[in-house]
């Protein structure tokens, strides 16, 4: 997957300005993609540039002019494309396992420290995937909202970030249990 495809994909509900859709990345996007403010504007530049979006000029009066884009034909198109071909695995690259792996040799404090770091960032996340659902599902329950409501697209991508936060958050403290534990129960016992 390219960034070009996300971005594309944060545009398929309405026009946004750049700096919209460098928020619905930092909101939604986030939990399966991570681009900087200034990747997202030079991806529309591009994606303007190749006919896949469209932009247009709106002028404020008490605010410097913006652009909204759009997603065009070619955009879906290109959308339809990406989503025929087939789905490359994803794999796991992050800092913090490297650490457990050596939690052996290392100081396991310091290692306890960054994984409740770790843990209290997934959960401050998690919580904030639970109420952007809550937000889009508005009065309806879950089940309701998955059989009939408007977009299921953006809520099916908020609750797999939700499950990948609490998955994250509860081997934090799984890990940090264990380490605890073996701290306690010297070596070699």
């Known amino acids: 997957m390219a960034l ?11 026009e946004l300005s750049g700096y919209q859709v460098t928020k619905a990345f930092a909101v939604g996007v986030a939990n399966f993609w991570h681009a900087l403010p200034q990747q997202v504007y030079a991806e529309l530049a591009k994606l303007e540039k190749e006919g896949l979006v469209a932009g247009r ?19 879906l198109a290109e959308l339809e494309r990406f989503a025929a071909a087939v789905a490359k695995p994803s794999f796991l690259r992050d800092d913090l396992l490297v650490k ?24 401050a996340k998690a919580a904030s995937f639970e ?30 970030g939700l499950d990948f936060e609490r ?23």
């Open 131 to 160: 109420q952007l659902l809550r937000v889009m599902r508005g009065d309806r329950d879950e089940a309701e909202f998955l059989l009939r409501g408007a977009r299921v697209g953006p809520y099916l991508t908020c609750r797999r």
């Open 100 to 123: 457990v792996q050596a939690a052996d040799h290392l100081d396991s404090e310091v290692l306890i420290g960054r994984l409740l770091e770790r843990a209290a960032f997934a959960d």
């Open 57 to 75: 000029e709106v002028v404020q009066e008490t605010r410097p002019n913006k652009r909204l884009f759009r997603v065009t034909g070619g955009g």
């Open 4 to 14: 070009r495809h996300a971005v594309l994909a944060a545009l398929l509900d309405e």
């Open 167 to 189: 998955a994250n958050r509860d081997w934090c403290r799984e890990v940090v249990a264990v380490l605890r534990a073996r701290r306690g129960a010297g070596p070699g016992s």
